[in-house]
T-cell receptor, first 113, second 111 residues
Framework: DGGITQSPKYLFRKEGQNVTLSCEQN?????MYWYRQDPGQGLRLIYY???????QKGDIAEGYSVSREKKESFPLTVTSAQKNPTAFYLC????????????FGEGSRLTVL | KQEVTQIPAALSVPEGENLVLNCSFTDSAIYNLQWFRQDPGKGLTSLLL?????REQTSGRLNASLDKSSGRSTLYIAASQPGDSATYLCAGKAAGNKLTFGGGTRVLVKP
């Protein structure tokens, strides 16, 4: 059945390492998004993409990078430049932005050791 | 810039009582407003989406209203059950296709 798959669910990283979080959707949605969730701060937009090969920075893009080579895939790389990467990362997608309903994956929890 | 506020941050009710969750937003030029549920350690589950041209949406025991003029949306959950315990978030979609989230209301329904 259709949905959004994020992997891995849990990830541990040493300081100075880059890590890539996977997000795959089989909903045939045009738009995809990455959010970061921290306790007491709500969800903040990192990057979003409305079509293949195009993406825009969100509110907290520094230290992150993305690519959108395929419609169904939107991986997020957390680089060593991200000062405080420990967080819960959520991927989402929607059809017909900006009017479409947003659907989320189950999230990936990144912990920097 | 759109700001979305949810008050209170936490709410506890006895089972069977109706739940009323509030969401306020500053930019009335929203495209739509969406309500989500989040269980601990999980992703967000979409509950209801209200387009700017609509006044309310209903799904089962859930009813959400939208008043753009006052910048408010309300989520009603009838006859609450312990399984309704979760964090509920609202989010408004404004210009630039950006969804702005409120901080959420953590709900506990006591048996």
């Amino acid at each position: 059945d259709g949905g959004i798959t994020q992997s891995p669910k849990y990830l541990f990283r040493k300081e100075g390492q880059n890590v890539t979080l996977s997000c795959e959707q089989n909903l045939n949605h045009d738009a995809m998004y990455w959010y970061r969730q921290d306790p007491g701060q709500g969800l903040r937009l990192i990057y979003y993409s409305q079509i293949v090969n195009d993406f825009q920075k969100g509110d907290i893009a520094e230290g992150y990078s993305v690519s959108r080579e395929k419609k169904e895939s939107f991986p997020l790389t957390v680089t060593s430049a991200q000062k405080n990467p420990t967080a819960f990362y959520l991927c989402a997608s929607s059809i017909d932005p900006p009017y479409g309903e947003l659907f989320f994956g189950e999230g990936s929890r990144l912990t920097v050791l | 810039k759109q700001e979305v506020t949810q008050i209170p941050a936490a709410l506890s009710v006895p089972e069977g009582e109706n739940l009323v969750l509030n969401c306020s937003f500053t930019d009335s030029a929203i495209y739509n407003l969406q309500w989500f549920r989040q269980d601990p350690g999980k992703g967000l589950t979409s509950l209801l989406l209200i387009q700017s041209s609509q006044r309310e949406q209903t799904s089962g025991r859930l009813n959400a209203s939208l008043d753009k003029s006052s910048g408010r949306s309300t989520l009603y959950i009838a006859a609450s059950q312990p399984g309704d315990s979760a964090t509920y978030l609202c989010a408004g979609k404004a210009a630039g296709n950006k969804l702005t989230f409120g901080g959420g209301t953590r709900v506990l329904v006591k048996p």
